[in-house]
Nanobody, 125 residues
């Protein structure tokens, strides 16, 4: 089994910075995609940023230019550097690691998702 453990959340003033980390332990799968999601109170969980094993990165519009996603070469640790934080960034942040499996004809037929337990980020003065 795989466990994802997040760290780095907390309370920060507007304009401040935080760095979230998520580390995988347990079975040493090769992960294909890694991502950060966030869920504000009363809202759905939304994708914030993602990175693939090939290095392709995505950032949602609201965080582009402020957040940076990165991973280690082994794709076992995921980080999210968050700068210029604003109150609207307040949410529970979740890391997600995914791996694909399948056949030669359909190598990505099955997707297995693993989630962290969530970590709170509060931006307030």
């Amino acid at each position: 089994q795989v466990q994802l453990v997040e760290s780095g959340g907390g309370l920060v003033q507007p304009g401040g910075s935080l760095r979230l980390s998520c580390t995988a332990s347990g079975r040493r799968f090769r992960f294909d995609d890694m991502a950060w999601y966030r869920q504000a109170p009363g809202k759905e969980r939304d994708l914030v940023a993602s990175i693939t094993s090939g290095g392709a990165m995505y950032l949602t519009d609201s965080v582009r230019g402020r957040f940076t996603i990165s991973s280690d070469n082994a794709m076992r640790t995921l980080s999210l550097q968050m700068n210029s934080l604003q109150p609207e960034d307040t949410a529970d942040y979740y890391c997600n690691f995914a791996r694909y499996s399948g056949t030669i004809e359909q190598p990505r037929a099955v997707r297995d998702d693993y989630w962290g337990q969530g970590i709170q980020v509060t931006v307030s003065s």
